[in-house]
């Protein structure tokens, strides 16, 4: 139910990026959309964790029917979550005009739209991750199917003003109604009186859960926005654009790859609970996942061309059809990775950061290094200089092979732990 449910406000939301965005959003710009929501997830980081740290707590309260205390983590969370937006509006402050300017974008009130957008949205999972720790699946389709007409109708009114402003307000639309829909599906839940729940021990090991879950989405929240942003900075402009346009139809694999992960979250982090293996679970989503993405990468392979040719500017990416199924195949083998991770991190075991930070560190300094390599000129050897120059990796090609070689490499060592796993019981532990 939810995974159709999910599928038909994407085909809302499909609308949304690959009609209405295009039309109001002109090639100079469109290639800034991605970088824009990249930042804005990153600023938001801090409350994301909170909130992915609580949904592991809630399953655990969830299970044992313990609402008293889940009302008392909710406002905790809460507490938690206000405070970084404080923090989040200085440093934003200071660094988002510079941001703006190195993507060739005018401010305005654009700043302002991106954090309302952010932080809306990352509140917004706390009352979703309530739903999802309970299970109320039923609950969260209906969320998901009205939310996204929601959003269109937003944009539809709002975008033709001005267009990036009116994209930014849409997005902060759907999770707005998200919170209020909540809050009312949870009324009886939260009805409750409050018992308590934060105790020196208790707070001890939220912290170890809250440190683990900030190292690992940080630090792929970090990636992604040096990734979207060099992207946009290095590649011409048609080029941006294209890679906006094509990623449209590769977002399909991530949008089904995102409700396995919903789905898959409450339930690994109860076996792991009981001490019963997550394996078979990873494993059987991981394969469902290739098969989908296969048939979705050989149905593009063929049908890509001419469904972009028939969008706004279509004739100016069609040329660049080639790239759907490539990213189809990045997304649908990235999707391995993080049905692992996100368990590992789901049953508190986070063993893994001990590869996933150095890991991401050394991506993000290679892809800097390799397409800014202009403001090394002076101390690196010429040679290097021409064979970077004479290979063009500031293409969207080239690009697109970092992204192949760094998923592979992920993913290889995600296949490797998870192999090792043993198929008996597994005792959760913060590590």
Request: net charge positive; hydrophobic share 55%.
């Amino acid at each position: 139910m939810l995974f159709c449910a999910c599928r038909a406000a994407d085909v809302l939301n499909a609308v949304v990026g690959l009609w209405l965005v295009p039309k109001y959003v002109g090639p100079s710009e469109l290639g800034a959309v991605m970088p824009l929501t990249s930042f804005a997830g990153f600023l938001a980081l801090p409350v994301t964790v909170f909130a992915m740290a609580f949904a592991k707590e809630m399953t655990t309260l969830a299970t044992n029917g313990e609402y008293g205390k889940m009302k008392s983590l909710m406002r905790g969370v809460f507490i938690g979550a206000a405070i970084f937006l404080v923090l989040a509006l200085v440093i934003s402050r200071l660094v988002l005009p510079l941001f703006l300017e190195r993507i060739r974008i005018p401010e305005g009130s654009l700043g302002f739209l991106i954090l309302a957008a952010a932080f809306i949205s990352t509140v917004s999972p706390v009352y979703q991750n309530a739903l999802q720790a309970l299970k109320r699946f039923k609950t969260i389709s209906l969320l998901n199917i009205i939310s996204a007409p929601i959003r269109f109708i937003v944009m539809v009114v709002a975008m033709p003003f001005r267009a990036l402003s009116g994209y930014f307000i849409g997005q902060a639309a759907q999770p707005a109604f998200t919170i209020a829909a909540s809050v009312y599906a949870l009324r009886k839940e939260l009805a409750v009186p409050a018992v308590p729940y934060w105790s020196r021990s208790v707070f001890r090991q939220f912290t170890a859960l809250l440190i683990g879950m900030a190292a690992y989405h940080m630090m792929g929240g970090f990636l992604g926005l040096v990734e979207q942003t060099t992207l946009r900075q290095r590649l011409p402009e048609i080029e941006s654009a294209a890679y906006y346009m094509t990623t449209r139809f590769s977002d399909i694999a991530s949008f089904i790859c995102g409700t396995l992960t919903v789905v898959l979250f409450p339930f690994t982090a109860s076996l792991a609970a009981e001490g019963k293996p997550t394996r078979p679970l990873v494993v059987k989503s991981s394969l469902a996942m290739l098969a989908t993405g296969g048939l979705l990468a050989l149905a593009f392979a063929i049908a890509g061309r001419p469904i972009l040719s028939l969008l706004p500017d279509g004739d100016k990416y069609a040329g660049y059809a080639w790239a759907i199924p490539w990213l189809i195949g990045i997304t649908s083998l990235s999707a391995i990775q993080t049905f692992h991770t996100n368990t590992e991190a789901s049953a508190g075991r986070f063993g893994f950061l001990k590869w996933w930070v150095p890991l991401h560190v050394v991506f993000a300094a290679g892809l800097l290094a390799i397409t800014g390599y202009g403001y090394f000129v002076n101390y690196i050897p010429s040679s290097w200089c021409d064979f970077l120059a004479t290979h063009n990796f500031t293409s969207l090609k080239a690009m697109l092979m970092w992204f192949t070689v760094t998923t592979l490499i992920r993913t290889g060592i995600s296949l490797f732990e998870l192999m090792r796993q043993p198929a008996h019981r597994i005792e959760p532990h913060y590590q």
